[in-house]
């Protein structure tokens, strides 16, 4: 099982940044996925989680409205769309599949002027 997270980086308050998740070595589609992530002192926190078939979705309250999680079967690909970025968004965000209870490496994010 792997899941390689990219797209992390510097963002300004206010702007946005898209997460990929790219799986491989598990049936992908037959998976929920999640992103979770984790600031430094802080709990590993589940920002957004998807159903299989990417009908069912789900946020933090402190990102509803501002992230969107989807995915691509076909590509064995989950991503998390950030809009509207704060400084508190600022953590390694990490890509979970249910199934198989596996973790990436982490990509990070961080907010700042």
């Known amino acids: 099982v792997q899941l390689v997270e990219s797209g992390g980086g510097l963002v300004q308050p206010g702007g946005s940044l898209r997460l990929s998740c790219v799986a491989s070595?598990?049936?992908?589609?037959?998976?929920?996925m999640s992103w979770y992530r984790q600031a430094p002192g802080k709990v590993r926190e589940r920002v957004a989680a998807i159903s299989s078939v990417g009908r069912s979705t789900n946020y933090a309250d402190s990102v509803k409205g501002r992230f969107t999680i989807s995915r691509d079967n076909a590509k064995n690909t989950v991503y998390l769309r950030m809009n509207s970025l704060k400084p508190e968004d600022t953590a390694v965000y990490y890509c979970?599949?249910?199934?198989?209870?596996?973790w990436g490496q982490g990509t990070q994010v961080t907010v700042s002027s």
């Open positions: 979970y599949a249910a199934m198989r209870g596996s």
């Open positions: 070595g598990f049936a992908f589609s037959s998976s929920d």
